[in-house]
């Protein structure tokens, strides 16, 4: 059963923006660390950012500071990465996770986590 559903992945050229979303199907995550992670070709997954459960503290990779902003809104069972400034190192397919086994902290580590969405792909060109 699918529990988080990302969208929002496309193609645009660097400088360009993109919004990706992820929504909890199941309405289960609403007080969990929740993540975004991605995965380039023959690389591991990687943290690109985190929030706590209320989105009150959030957390960045430092290749993405200050170009992407994660939120999220409860009501909606939705967590938000905006993308500003892309680069085309930021191609890849962009994956949200939550931390199911805890509602307290961020969702550092994607090993940690036991929620994922079937992923969406991000393509930057020059």
């Known amino acids: 059963q699918v529990q988080l559903v990302e969208s929002g992945g496309g193609s645009v050229q660097a400088g360009g923006s993109l919004t990706l979303s992820c929504t909890d199907s199941?309405?289960?995550?609403?007080?969990?660390?929740m993540g975004w992670f991605r995965q380039a070709p023959g690389e591991e997954r990687k943290l690109v950012a985190t929030?706590?459960?209320?989105?009150?503290?959030?957390y960045y990779s430092d290749s993405v500071k200050g170009r992407f902003t994660i939120s999220r809104d409860n009501a909606k069972d939705t967590v938000y990465l905006r993308m500003n400034s892309l680069k085309t190192e930021d191609t890849a397919v962009y994956y949200c996770g939550a931390d199911n086994r805890t509602r307290y902290g961020m969702a550092y580590v994607a090993s940690e986590l036991d929620v994922w969405g079937q992923g969406t792909q991000g393509t930057v060109s020059s």
């Open positions: 199941g309405h289960r995550f609403a007080y969990n660390p």
């Open positions: 929030l706590n459960w209320d989105g009150g503290s959030t």
